[in-house]
Protein backbone atom coordinates (compact mmCIF):
# COMPACT_ATOMS: atom_id res chain seq x y z
CA UNK A 1 0.00 0.00 0.00
CA UNK A 2 1.39 3.10 -1.02
CA UNK A 3 1.60 5.89 2.10
CA UNK A 4 1.78 9.69 1.64
CA UNK A 5 2.10 12.24 4.01
CA UNK A 6 -1.24 14.10 5.67
CA UNK A 7 -0.39 17.98 4.14
CA UNK A 8 -2.28 21.38 4.41
CA UNK A 9 -2.81 22.06 1.14
CA UNK A 10 -5.80 20.24 0.87
CA UNK A 11 -9.62 20.29 1.99
CA UNK A 12 -12.86 20.09 1.17
CA UNK A 13 -14.82 21.79 -1.74
CA UNK A 14 -17.19 24.34 -0.58
CA UNK A 15 -18.65 24.21 -3.96
CA UNK A 16 -22.45 24.85 -3.06
CA UNK A 17 -23.87 22.02 -5.17
CA UNK A 18 -22.57 19.64 -2.53
CA UNK A 19 -24.32 18.01 0.29
CA UNK A 20 -21.17 19.46 2.38
CA UNK A 21 -22.68 21.18 5.18
CA UNK A 22 -25.58 18.81 5.81
CA UNK A 23 -22.65 15.63 6.02
CA UNK A 24 -21.48 18.03 8.66
CA UNK A 25 -24.71 18.16 10.07
CA UNK A 26 -25.41 14.59 9.73
CA UNK A 27 -22.29 13.19 10.59
CA UNK A 28 -20.64 15.57 13.59
CA UNK A 29 -21.43 16.00 17.28
CA UNK A 30 -21.50 19.85 18.09
CA UNK A 31 -17.89 19.74 19.26
CA UNK A 32 -16.77 18.68 15.62
CA UNK A 33 -18.72 21.65 13.83
CA UNK A 34 -15.92 24.65 15.62
CA UNK A 35 -13.84 25.64 13.05
CA UNK A 36 -10.85 24.17 14.15
CA UNK A 37 -12.48 20.67 14.20
CA UNK A 38 -14.08 21.73 10.84
CA UNK A 39 -10.67 23.05 9.69
CA UNK A 40 -9.02 19.68 10.54
CA UNK A 41 -10.87 17.31 9.69
CA UNK A 42 -11.19 19.22 6.43
CA UNK A 43 -7.65 18.77 5.76
CA UNK A 44 -7.49 15.20 7.00
CA UNK A 45 -10.66 14.03 4.85
CA UNK A 46 -9.37 16.09 1.56
CA UNK A 47 -6.17 13.73 2.04
CA UNK A 48 -7.56 10.89 2.73
CA UNK A 49 -9.98 11.51 -0.31
CA UNK A 50 -6.73 11.77 -2.55
CA UNK A 51 -5.23 9.20 -1.28
CA UNK A 52 -8.18 6.72 -1.85
CA UNK A 53 -8.03 7.31 -5.67
CA UNK A 54 -4.73 5.34 -5.50
CA UNK A 55 -5.35 2.97 -2.78
CA UNK A 56 -3.24 5.18 -0.69
CA UNK A 57 -2.75 5.48 3.67
CA UNK A 58 -1.97 8.94 4.45
CA UNK A 59 0.45 9.04 7.22
CA UNK A 60 0.10 11.16 10.65
CA UNK A 61 2.02 11.72 13.73
CA UNK A 62 0.43 10.75 16.84
CA UNK A 63 3.27 11.65 19.60
CA UNK A 64 3.77 15.28 19.14
CA UNK A 65 1.12 17.59 21.34
CA UNK A 66 0.48 19.68 17.63
CA UNK A 67 -0.80 16.53 16.24
CA UNK A 68 -3.68 15.60 19.27
CA UNK A 69 -6.51 16.90 17.63
CA UNK A 70 -6.06 14.83 14.44
CA UNK A 71 -5.58 11.85 16.54
CA UNK A 72 -8.66 12.46 18.05
CA UNK A 73 -10.45 12.89 14.48
CA UNK A 74 -8.55 9.91 13.38
CA UNK A 75 -9.38 7.95 15.81
CA UNK A 76 -13.23 8.68 15.93
CA UNK A 77 -13.17 8.07 11.96
CA UNK A 78 -11.65 4.32 12.83
CA UNK A 79 -13.97 3.87 15.33
CA UNK A 80 -17.15 4.49 13.51
CA UNK A 81 -16.18 2.40 10.43
CA UNK A 82 -15.14 5.40 8.14
CA UNK A 83 -12.09 4.35 7.86
CA UNK A 84 -9.33 1.51 9.07
CA UNK A 85 -5.41 2.24 10.12
CA UNK A 86 -2.54 0.83 11.75
CA UNK A 87 -0.61 2.38 14.58
CA UNK A 88 3.10 3.11 14.35
CA UNK A 89 5.20 0.01 14.93
CA UNK A 90 9.56 -0.30 15.52
CA UNK A 91 10.86 -4.14 15.78
CA UNK A 92 13.76 -5.05 14.08
CA UNK A 93 11.87 -5.84 10.71
CA UNK A 94 9.95 -2.78 10.10
CA UNK A 95 9.71 0.65 10.90
CA UNK A 96 5.96 1.78 10.63
CA UNK A 97 4.46 5.22 10.79
CA UNK A 98 0.93 5.24 11.78
CA UNK A 99 -1.64 5.30 9.02
CA UNK A 100 -4.76 5.78 8.03
CA UNK A 101 -6.94 4.96 5.20
CA UNK A 102 -10.78 5.52 4.35
CA UNK A 103 -12.95 2.25 4.37
CA UNK A 104 -14.83 1.61 0.87
CA UNK A 105 -18.46 2.00 2.23
CA UNK A 106 -17.56 5.61 3.18
CA UNK A 107 -15.68 6.57 -0.04
CA UNK A 108 -18.85 5.74 -1.64
CA UNK A 109 -20.86 7.63 1.18
CA UNK A 110 -18.88 10.37 0.05
CA UNK A 111 -18.72 10.43 -3.96
CA UNK A 112 -23.02 9.84 -3.67
CA UNK A 113 -22.72 13.21 -1.55
CA UNK A 114 -20.61 15.04 -4.27
CA UNK A 115 -18.02 16.09 -1.49
CA UNK A 116 -14.89 16.86 -3.05
CA UNK A 117 -11.47 18.22 -2.87
CA UNK A 118 -10.02 21.22 -3.46
CA UNK A 119 -5.75 22.17 -3.86
CA UNK A 120 -4.71 25.85 -2.65
CA UNK A 121 -2.06 26.65 -5.06
CA UNK A 122 -1.13 29.49 -2.44
CA UNK A 123 -0.29 27.37 0.13
CA UNK A 124 3.74 25.70 1.13
CA UNK A 125 4.00 22.50 -0.68
CA UNK A 126 7.27 22.05 1.74
CA UNK A 127 7.60 19.71 4.81
CA UNK A 128 10.49 20.15 7.61
CA UNK A 129 10.86 17.30 9.73
CA UNK A 130 12.88 16.62 12.63
CA UNK A 131 15.23 13.22 13.30
CA UNK A 132 11.79 11.31 14.50
CA UNK A 133 10.20 12.40 11.13
CA UNK A 134 7.85 14.86 13.28
CA UNK A 135 6.39 18.15 11.14
CA UNK A 136 7.78 21.22 12.64
CA UNK A 137 7.15 24.59 11.93
CA UNK A 138 9.31 27.01 10.14
CA UNK A 139 10.09 30.46 9.34
CA UNK A 140 9.32 31.77 5.54
CA UNK A 141 11.79 33.57 3.71
CA UNK A 142 12.99 34.03 0.50
CA UNK A 143 14.86 30.93 0.80
CA UNK A 144 11.87 28.96 1.57
CA UNK A 145 9.69 30.75 -1.20
CA UNK A 146 12.38 30.01 -3.68
CA UNK A 147 12.32 25.79 -2.64
CA UNK A 148 8.44 25.92 -2.45
CA UNK A 149 8.53 26.99 -6.25
CA UNK A 150 8.99 24.19 -8.41
CA UNK A 151 6.33 22.20 -6.84
CA UNK A 152 4.19 25.13 -6.58
CA UNK A 153 4.09 25.44 -10.68
CA UNK A 154 4.39 21.55 -11.29
CA UNK A 155 1.32 21.21 -8.94
CA UNK A 156 -0.83 24.64 -10.94
CA UNK A 157 0.13 22.86 -14.19
CA UNK A 158 -1.21 19.85 -13.33
CA UNK A 159 -4.53 21.55 -12.13
CA UNK A 160 -5.27 21.44 -15.92
CA UNK A 161 -4.10 18.07 -16.89
CA UNK A 162 -4.15 14.29 -15.67
CA UNK A 163 -3.21 10.95 -15.60
CA UNK A 164 -4.60 7.51 -14.86
CA UNK A 165 -2.97 3.72 -14.92
CA UNK A 166 -3.70 1.28 -17.34
CA UNK A 167 -6.28 -0.77 -14.78
CA UNK A 168 -7.99 3.34 -14.79
CA UNK A 169 -7.55 4.25 -11.66
CA UNK A 170 -6.41 8.11 -11.06
CA UNK A 171 -2.65 8.60 -10.34
CA UNK A 172 -2.66 11.92 -7.78
CA UNK A 173 0.19 14.01 -9.24
CA UNK A 174 0.79 16.85 -7.07
CA UNK A 175 4.04 16.66 -5.23
CA UNK A 176 5.10 17.82 -2.12
CA UNK A 177 8.60 18.68 -0.65
CA UNK A 178 10.26 16.79 2.47
CA UNK A 179 13.36 18.80 3.99
CA UNK A 180 15.27 16.55 7.01
CA UNK A 181 16.56 18.56 9.57
CA UNK A 182 17.27 21.53 7.81
CA UNK A 183 16.77 22.73 3.93
CA UNK A 184 20.42 21.63 3.03
CA UNK A 185 19.36 18.16 3.92
CA UNK A 186 16.26 16.17 1.90
CA UNK A 187 14.25 18.14 -0.19
CA UNK A 188 13.54 15.14 -2.44
CA UNK A 189 9.53 15.54 -4.58
CA UNK A 190 6.97 12.68 -3.32
CA UNK A 191 3.21 12.24 -4.49
CA UNK A 192 0.86 9.81 -3.92
CA UNK A 193 1.36 6.63 -6.15
CA UNK A 194 5.04 7.29 -6.53
CA UNK A 195 6.17 3.90 -5.13
CA UNK A 196 4.39 2.14 -7.64
CA UNK A 197 6.38 -0.85 -9.29
CA UNK A 198 7.74 -0.38 -12.58
CA UNK A 199 5.81 -2.47 -14.45
CA UNK A 200 2.32 -0.70 -13.52
CA UNK A 201 3.91 2.74 -13.81
CA UNK A 202 4.97 1.76 -17.75
CA UNK A 203 1.10 2.36 -18.36
CA UNK A 204 0.55 5.54 -17.08
CA UNK A 205 -1.13 7.84 -19.71
CA UNK A 206 -0.77 11.57 -19.23
CA UNK A 207 -3.57 12.88 -21.21
CA UNK A 208 -4.72 9.54 -22.72
CA UNK A 209 -1.02 9.85 -24.13
CA UNK A 210 1.50 6.82 -23.60
CA UNK A 211 4.84 7.76 -21.24
CA UNK A 212 7.94 7.09 -21.30
CA UNK A 213 10.21 6.83 -17.80
CA UNK A 214 13.82 8.70 -18.43
CA UNK A 215 16.41 8.15 -15.69
CA UNK A 216 19.68 9.58 -14.61
CA UNK A 217 21.89 6.56 -14.46
CA UNK A 218 24.09 5.98 -11.63
CA UNK A 219 23.13 9.11 -10.21
CA UNK A 220 24.14 9.34 -6.52
CA UNK A 221 27.74 7.76 -7.67
CA UNK A 222 28.06 11.00 -10.26
CA UNK A 223 27.42 13.27 -7.63
CA UNK A 224 29.83 11.60 -5.33
CA UNK A 225 32.95 11.90 -7.90
CA UNK A 226 31.14 15.05 -8.94
CA UNK A 227 32.05 15.98 -5.10
CA UNK A 228 35.56 15.03 -5.46
CA UNK A 229 35.88 16.83 -9.13
CA UNK A 230 35.85 13.58 -11.36
CA UNK A 231 33.92 12.75 -14.30
CA UNK A 232 32.53 9.22 -14.03
CA UNK A 233 32.70 7.37 -17.22
CA UNK A 234 32.64 3.41 -16.16
CA UNK A 235 29.65 1.48 -14.54
CA UNK A 236 29.97 1.94 -10.96
CA UNK A 237 28.34 -1.63 -10.43
CA UNK A 238 31.08 -3.93 -11.65
CA UNK A 239 32.96 -4.68 -9.11
CA UNK A 240 35.56 -7.63 -9.18
CA UNK A 241 33.95 -10.73 -7.68
CA UNK A 242 29.99 -9.95 -7.64
CA UNK A 243 27.49 -10.39 -9.98
CA UNK A 244 26.03 -6.53 -11.15
CA UNK A 245 22.77 -7.61 -9.83
CA UNK A 246 23.92 -8.06 -5.96
CA UNK A 247 26.05 -5.06 -6.00
CA UNK A 248 23.48 -2.37 -6.89
CA UNK A 249 21.00 -4.31 -4.52
CA UNK A 250 23.48 -3.62 -1.65
CA UNK A 251 24.90 -0.42 -3.34
CA UNK A 252 21.84 2.18 -2.14
CA UNK A 253 21.99 1.11 1.58
CA UNK A 254 25.76 1.47 1.17
CA UNK A 255 25.99 4.89 0.13
CA UNK A 256 23.49 5.96 2.47
CA UNK A 257 24.71 4.29 5.53
CA UNK A 258 26.45 6.18 8.40
CA UNK A 259 27.92 3.04 10.35
CA UNK A 260 29.72 0.81 8.37
CA UNK A 261 30.15 -1.85 10.93
CA UNK A 262 26.14 -1.53 10.98
CA UNK A 263 25.88 -2.17 7.06
CA UNK A 264 28.30 -5.00 6.80
CA UNK A 265 26.52 -7.08 9.76
CA UNK A 266 23.25 -6.41 7.67
CA UNK A 267 24.24 -7.84 4.23
CA UNK A 268 26.17 -10.61 6.54
CA UNK A 269 22.64 -11.50 8.25
CA UNK A 270 20.56 -10.69 4.61
CA UNK A 271 23.15 -13.72 3.64
CA UNK A 272 22.54 -16.33 6.67
CA UNK A 273 20.05 -19.00 5.82
CA UNK A 274 18.97 -19.02 9.30
CA UNK A 275 17.98 -15.13 9.57
CA UNK A 276 15.89 -15.44 6.44
CA UNK A 277 14.11 -18.13 7.67
CA UNK A 278 13.09 -15.49 10.89
CA UNK A 279 12.38 -13.57 8.52
CA UNK A 280 9.86 -14.58 6.37
CA UNK A 281 8.41 -16.06 9.57
CA UNK A 282 7.87 -12.75 10.72
CA UNK A 283 6.63 -11.61 7.17
CA UNK A 284 4.33 -14.46 6.88
CA UNK A 285 2.81 -13.55 10.72
CA UNK A 286 2.41 -10.02 10.11
CA UNK A 287 0.13 -9.26 6.58
CA UNK A 288 -1.36 -6.76 8.18
CA UNK A 289 -2.23 -4.02 5.47
CA UNK A 290 0.37 -1.10 5.77
CA UNK A 291 3.09 -2.90 7.64
CA UNK A 292 6.18 -2.47 5.60
CA UNK A 293 10.14 -3.58 5.89
CA UNK A 294 12.55 -2.23 7.81
CA UNK A 295 15.89 -0.91 5.84
CA UNK A 296 18.02 -3.23 7.53
CA UNK A 297 17.22 -6.28 5.61
CA UNK A 298 18.28 -6.37 2.23
CA UNK A 299 16.75 -8.92 0.21
CA UNK A 300 18.29 -10.44 -2.69
CA UNK A 301 21.50 -10.68 -0.83
CA UNK A 302 23.19 -14.11 -2.18
CA UNK A 303 23.58 -17.18 0.58
CA UNK A 304 26.46 -16.78 2.46
CA UNK A 305 27.75 -13.14 1.25
CA UNK A 306 29.86 -11.25 3.74
CA UNK A 307 29.10 -7.55 4.75
CA UNK A 308 33.15 -6.85 4.88
CA UNK A 309 34.41 -8.83 2.07
CA UNK A 310 31.52 -6.69 0.24
CA UNK A 311 32.88 -3.44 1.65
CA UNK A 312 35.84 -4.19 0.93
CA UNK A 313 35.41 -4.79 -2.55
CA UNK A 314 33.39 -1.72 -3.43
CA UNK A 315 36.50 0.55 -1.60
CA UNK A 316 38.90 -1.25 -3.89
CA UNK A 317 37.03 -0.18 -6.68
CA UNK A 318 35.89 3.21 -6.02
CA UNK A 319 38.95 4.40 -3.99
CA UNK A 320 38.66 8.16 -5.49
CA UNK A 321 35.49 8.47 -3.41
CA UNK A 322 36.17 6.33 -0.76
CA UNK A 323 36.51 8.43 2.15
CA UNK A 324 33.09 9.91 1.54
CA UNK A 325 30.88 6.49 2.14
CA UNK A 326 29.47 6.55 5.43
CA UNK A 327 29.85 10.10 6.49
CA UNK A 328 26.81 11.87 8.44
CA UNK A 329 24.18 12.56 6.91
CA UNK A 330 25.89 11.99 3.21
CA UNK A 331 22.45 9.99 1.57
CA UNK A 332 20.52 13.17 2.78
CA UNK A 333 23.04 15.53 1.37
CA UNK A 334 22.83 13.78 -1.75
CA UNK A 335 18.93 13.97 -1.72
CA UNK A 336 19.34 17.11 -0.88
CA UNK A 337 21.49 17.55 -4.63
CA UNK A 338 19.34 15.50 -6.21
CA UNK A 339 15.95 17.50 -5.16
CA UNK A 340 17.62 20.65 -6.73
CA UNK A 341 17.79 18.63 -9.98
CA UNK A 342 14.83 17.72 -9.91
CA UNK A 343 13.49 21.79 -9.15
CA UNK A 344 15.18 22.47 -11.69
CA UNK A 345 13.76 20.05 -14.31
CA UNK A 346 10.17 20.62 -12.86
CA UNK A 347 10.62 24.24 -13.01
CA UNK A 348 11.49 24.29 -17.11
CA UNK A 349 8.78 21.97 -17.74
CA UNK A 350 6.09 23.56 -15.69
CA UNK A 351 7.34 26.69 -18.07
CA UNK A 352 7.50 24.85 -21.09
CA UNK A 353 3.74 23.19 -20.66
CA UNK A 354 4.67 19.69 -19.97
CA UNK A 355 3.64 17.63 -17.28
CA UNK A 356 5.56 15.01 -15.68
CA UNK A 357 5.99 12.81 -12.80
CA UNK A 358 9.49 12.99 -10.71
CA UNK A 359 10.53 9.66 -9.55
CA UNK A 360 13.58 11.14 -7.72
CA UNK A 361 16.42 9.89 -10.38
CA UNK A 362 13.66 10.04 -13.09
CA UNK A 363 11.30 11.51 -14.76
CA UNK A 364 8.02 9.88 -16.34
CA UNK A 365 6.98 12.11 -19.67
CA UNK A 366 4.15 11.69 -22.77
CA UNK A 367 5.85 9.85 -25.01
CA UNK A 368 5.92 12.50 -27.93
CA UNK A 369 7.86 14.85 -24.94
CA UNK A 370 10.80 12.56 -24.89
CA UNK A 371 13.79 14.25 -26.69
CA UNK A 372 12.60 18.02 -24.92
CA UNK A 373 12.70 16.18 -20.97
CA UNK A 374 15.51 14.46 -21.93
CA UNK A 375 17.45 17.73 -23.07
CA UNK A 376 15.86 19.33 -19.80
CA UNK A 377 17.24 16.71 -17.79
CA UNK A 378 20.67 16.28 -18.82
CA UNK A 379 20.77 20.24 -18.98
CA UNK A 380 19.29 20.49 -15.21
CA UNK A 381 22.17 18.39 -14.18
CA UNK A 382 24.84 20.33 -15.89
CA UNK A 383 24.11 23.47 -14.24
CA UNK A 384 23.68 22.38 -11.36
CA UNK A 385 26.63 20.30 -11.22
CA UNK A 386 28.86 21.40 -13.79
CA UNK A 387 29.64 17.77 -15.43
CA UNK A 388 27.62 15.54 -18.05
CA UNK A 389 25.37 12.41 -16.94
CA UNK A 390 23.57 9.89 -19.17
CA UNK A 391 20.21 10.00 -19.45
CA UNK A 392 18.48 7.00 -20.81
CA UNK A 393 14.57 5.31 -20.91
CA UNK A 394 14.48 2.91 -17.63
Not at 10 to 26: C, G, H, I, R, V
Not at 135 to 148: A, G, M, Q
Not at 253 to 258: A, G, Q, T
Not at 338 to 366: F, K, N, V, W
Amino acid sequence: MNQFHLVDYWSLNKDPNTELEEFYSSEFSPKRKNSKYRSKLSTLLANLIQASKSNSAVIYGRASKDCQMTVKLVDWLIGTGKAEGVKGVRSSFTKQSSIVWLSSQFVLELKAKKISTHLDIDKDFIILRDEQKNKVPFKKSKRTKELNKAAALHNKLWLQSEAFFGDGSAVIPFVCRIFNGDFKHGGRFYFYSQTEKKEKRANILIDGEPTVELDYKSLHFHLLYALESYQLENDPYLVSGYDRKVIKLAMLSFINSEDRGAWCANITRSGNPNFIKKVLAWKKSNTRKGVSWSDGVVEGIPLGTQGKDLAYAIDLTHHPIQHLFHTPKIGLTLQNKDSQIMATCLTELALLGIPTLPYHDGIRCPLSKVEVVKKVMQEAYKKEVGFNIQVCEA
